[in-house]
C-alpha cells in the first residue's frame, strides 16, 4: 500500500523558519521523482520544489528561491522541504508528490494528505 504522510506544518510567525517532511512507503522511492507543491485558499495547486530521483537536480518555484531547499534520504524513505524566511503568501496546505514514468509509458503519481502550514503574526 502506497503511503506518503507529511509532518512539520504548523503556525510561525514571519520570518521564521520551518521544515517539511514526508516519509514514503509502498513503492521504490529511490525511483521517483519527489516534489512538494502547496495549494492556498481559492488558489490552484502550485509546484514549490522537485528533487530527481536520486537528488542530482533540483528544481524550485520562482516565489521560493533562496528560503526553500528540498532534500531526500533515499536510506529511509523520506523527503524534506526547509522553508525559510516564510512570508504570509507561503501560506497553504502543503502536498508530498511522488511521480515516476515508467518504460512502458505509464506514468505512477501518489500524493499524501497535505499539511498546513500557516504564516501569521
Known amino acids: 500500500q502506497v503511503q506518503l504522510v507529511e509532518s512539520g506544518g504548523g503556525l510561525v510567525q514571519p520570518g521564521g523558519s520551518l521544515r517539511l517532511s514526508c516519509a514514503a512507503s509502498g513503492f521504490t522511492f529511490s525511483m521517483y521523482t519527489m516534489s512538494w507543491y502547496r495549494q492556498a485558499l481559492g488558489k490552484e495547486r502550485e509546484l514549490v520544489a522537485a528533487?530527481?530521483?536520486?537528488?542530482?537536480?533540483?528544481n524550485y518555484a520562482d516565489s521560493v528561491k533562496g528560503r526553500f531547499t528540498i532534500s531526500r534520504d533515499n536510506a529511509k524513505g523520506t523527503v524534506n522541504l526547509q522553508m525559510n524566511s516564510l512570508k504570509p503568501e507561503d501560506t497553504a496546505v502543503y502536498y508530498c508528490?511522488?511521480?515516476?514514468?515508467?518504460?512502458?509509458?505509464?506514468?505512477?503519481?501518489?500524493w499524501g494528505q497535505g499539511t498546513q502550514v500557516t504564516v501569521s503574526s
Open positions: 528533487i530527481t530521483s536520486f537528488g542530482g537536480s533540483t
Open positions: 508528490n511522488a511521480n515516476r514514468r515508467m518504460v512502458t509509458g505509464t506514468i505512477r503519481d501518489y
